[in-house]
């Protein structure tokens, strides 16, 4: 029996979508492309699944993204383990372009989801449909020094489930 409980916030939380391609990612190619061979540069040689870690893409989208990327010299592969993963290094061609990359933008981590799956996610998670009463806003801000304005305020704004922005 599964003891585990979830919160009512939990349940309407779904898991992201996975894409199973560069054009569901809802990003554009090239720029998926430019940024694994900055991760390419800036890392060293990866396997082909240590590289679609790092840029946090399933290993088919970053598979076909590495594709071309081989295709015009710009990484190479060098081996591949026991199961066939193939082990992807720069080459001379690459680098000179990942620094041309760089220059522009030194940005060489996972990858960007599109707005429109971002917004879709945001409202997947909204609490609309969640009360919070002042016990609990007392509760979660007990740590910190407001007065009841103030949290009367956050209290309404979260239970308005939109966005809310603090800051200072």
């Keep these: 029996m599964d003891h585990t409980q ?42 082909l699944s240590q590289l679609a870690e790092q840029i946090c893409l399933p290993h088919t989208v970053t598979e076909e ?16 383990d026991a199961v066939g993963v ?12 990942a620094l041309e990359l760089l220059s522009a933008n030194q940005y060489a981590g996972p990858a960007p989801v599109s707005l429109q799956s971002y917004v879709e996610q945001a409202r997947m998670q909204s609490v609309r449909h969640i009360e919070v009463h002042a016990s609990n806003m007392e509760r979660a801000f007990a740590s910190l020094v407001l007065d009841k304005k103030t949290l009367t305020q956050l209290g309404t704004a979260v239970n308005s489930g939109s966005s809310i922005f603090l800051y200072g």
């Excluded at 898991?15 to 540069?41: C, D, H, M, N, Q």
């Design 65 to 80: 993204l590495t594709s071309r990327l081989r295709k015009e010299e710009l990484c190479q592969v060098t081996g591949s």
């Design 86 to 97: 193939p082990h992807l290094a720069i080459t001379t061609q690459g680098r000179a372009r």
């Design 6 to 47: 979830t919160s009512p916030a939990e349940a309407l939380i779904s898991p992201p979508w996975i894409p199973e391609s560069v054009v569901e990612t809802g990003v554009r190619k090239s720029f998926l492309e430019e940024l694994a061979l900055k991760i390419l540069y800036t890392t060293g040689p990866l396997f």
